[in-house]
């Protein structure tokens, strides 16, 4: 995933964080693969799933806080 950042291919592969929709924070994952949940930020951006993991450094235009919930697609 990652797809809210867009890679610069110029320069070395650098990575440039862009605006994310809504960011959930300190959620609890269960991307239905079969494995087990995990802790983690999930980016969205136009109604899709674009960035599952650590989203503290990113600008978004919407946090929510979901802590103590389960994020599942």
């Given at each position: 995933m990652g797809g809210c950042y867009q890679e610069?291919?110029?320069q070395d592969r650098l990575k440039t964080p862009l605006l994310c929709d809504v960011v959930?924070?300190?959620g609890t994952?269960?991307?239905?693969?079969?494995n087990p949940r995990f802790p983690a930020d999930v980016g969205v951006t136009n109604g899709r799933i674009t960035f599952v993991?650590?989203?503290?450094?990113?600008?978004?235009?919407?946090?929510?806080n979901v802590s103590?919930?389960?994020?599942a697609p």
């Amino acid at each position: 995933m990652g797809g809210c950042y867009q890679e610069n291919r110029d320069q070395d592969r650098l990575k440039t964080p862009l605006l994310c929709d809504v960011v959930l924070e300190h959620g609890t994952v269960i991307d239905g693969s079969g494995n087990p949940r995990f802790p983690a930020d999930v980016g969205v951006t136009n109604g899709r799933i674009t960035f599952v993991g650590d989203a503290s450094a990113w600008t978004a235009r919407e946090r929510v806080n979901v802590s103590g919930l389960i994020i599942a697609p």
